[in-house]
């Protein structure tokens, strides 16, 4: 089976590679991979960024959705025909009351093979049925992007009607959030560096339009919009908007810090966050019990994910490049079909 490598790091490294088909052992599946979505995480593991001590060769890109086309002994959550995802973090079914130190051990795409393989097998376990109303390609977006919206807004951030969302940019966990906060009647207020972009988010149901590079102080234009503050941030932006996040909420507000798109380390200025009681907390995607919540929530409401361009398994690194160049809305797809 064709099967794409990191031998080596770099972009310009990766290649298209023979392996031999895996074979589904005790409590396996192998799963024919039709379509594979792109994550910014995935960028940083091909440079080397993410982990330049991971061993290699790897095959890249934790998202992947397709056909179980064999089961092992004992399989009893799923059969062949079945369309399934699978999980990106490996045997995390439930959130363990005292936490899970080793999940970023457990991570697809890096330090385990990811999904850019012709057939991958896996234990029953990490799968998810995938919603009837979409295509591989679009459930191919969920088993990241999608859950780490869904764990920010819904699980860890209490969602309810009426809330103000603020989604930083149009990439792949921001226009999913934007959907989850059109879908339980929330008001999302969208920030993107292209006035083009944010007419489409406007076409996705946002409340609130804001293009950051014209307005950097772009927590005012939140005040002006909500009156008190947002209720909500999902912060991809990192140590380059923390302080604007903070400063867009209202008291008792909740920052979900996700990503560090501007930077990872920076100066915080901690006062607001007590003397307002904002809540500060952390995501890393999510657990099986959480995808398949969300899934359900998906299916009813018949949420169609953004799927900006798809290419074929040999362009992986032109997509990349794609997206590492900001030009995508929505999520960048790979098909294997
Ligand atoms: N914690 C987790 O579990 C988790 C899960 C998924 C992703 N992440 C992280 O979240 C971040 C986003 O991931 P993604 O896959 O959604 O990325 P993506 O699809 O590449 O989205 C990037 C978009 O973010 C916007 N952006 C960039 N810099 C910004 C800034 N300073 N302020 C506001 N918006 C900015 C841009 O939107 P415009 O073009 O509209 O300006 C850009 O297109 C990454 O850091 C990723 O590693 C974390």
Redesign the pocket.
Same mark, same amino acid.
């Given at each position: 089976m064709k099967v794409v490598e990191i031998k080596e790091w770099g972009l310009d490294k990766l290649a298209v590679a023979e392996r031999r088909d895996p074979e589904a052992g005790p409590g396996q599946v192998v799963i024919r991979v039709k379509a594979v979505s792109l994550?910014?995480?995935d960028i940083?593991m091909a440079k080397g960024q993410y982990n330049p001590k991971l061993k290699l060769p790897l095959v890249p890109c934790s998202d992947g959705a397709g056909e179980v086309m064999a089961v092992g002994a004992g399989v009893t959550r799923a059969k062949v025909g079945d369309r399934v995802a699978a999980t990106f973090i490996q045997d995390l079914i439930s959130r363990p009351e005292n936490g899970d130190e080793d999940i970023h051990k457990r991570t697809l795409g890096g330090p385990i093979d990811g999904m850019l393989a012709e057939r991958v097998v896996m234990s029953e376990r990490n799968i998810v049925q995938i919603p009837e109303h979409l295509s591989f390609t679009e459930a191919a977006t969920l088993p990241?992007?999608a859950l780490?919206a869904w764990n920010a807004l819904v699980t860890q951030g209490s969602l309810k009607a009426g809330d103000f969302v603020v989604v930083?940019?149009?990439? !792949? *966990?921001?226009i999913f959030a934007l959907q989850f906060a059109a879908a339980f009647g929330a008001r999302a207020i969208v920030?993107?560096?292209?006035n083009d972009?944010l007419e489409r988010a406007k076409s996705l149901g946002a409340f609130g339009l804001i293009n950051?590079k014209e307005k950097p102080e772009w927590a005012k234009e939140v005040k002006a919009l909500t009156g008190s503050g947002a209720d909500h941030v999902v912060e991809?932006?990192?140590s380059?908007?923390l302080n604007q996040s903070v400063r867009a909420l209202r008291s008792g507000g909740t920052v979900s810090s996700?990503?560090?798109?501007?930077g990872a380390a920076g100066e915080v200025d901690l006062r607001p966050i007590f003397m307002r009681n904002i809540r500060l907390q !952390? *995501?890393?995607?999510g657990t099986r019990d959480e995808f398949e919540s969300m899934n359900r929530a998906i299916s009813h409401k018949r949420i169609k994910p953004v799927v900006d361009k798809v290419f074929p398994m040999a362009e992986i690194r032109t997509a990349l490049e794609h997206?590492a160049d900001?030009k995508?809305?929505g999520?960048v797809c790979i098909s294997l079909e």
């Open positions: 994550n910014f995480r940083l990241c992007a780490t930083q940019g149009t990439g !792949g *966990v921001s920030l993107s560096s292209s972009k950051y991809v932006g990192g380059g908007t996700i990503g560090v798109l501007s !952390g *995501v890393f995607v997206m900001g995508h809305f999520k």
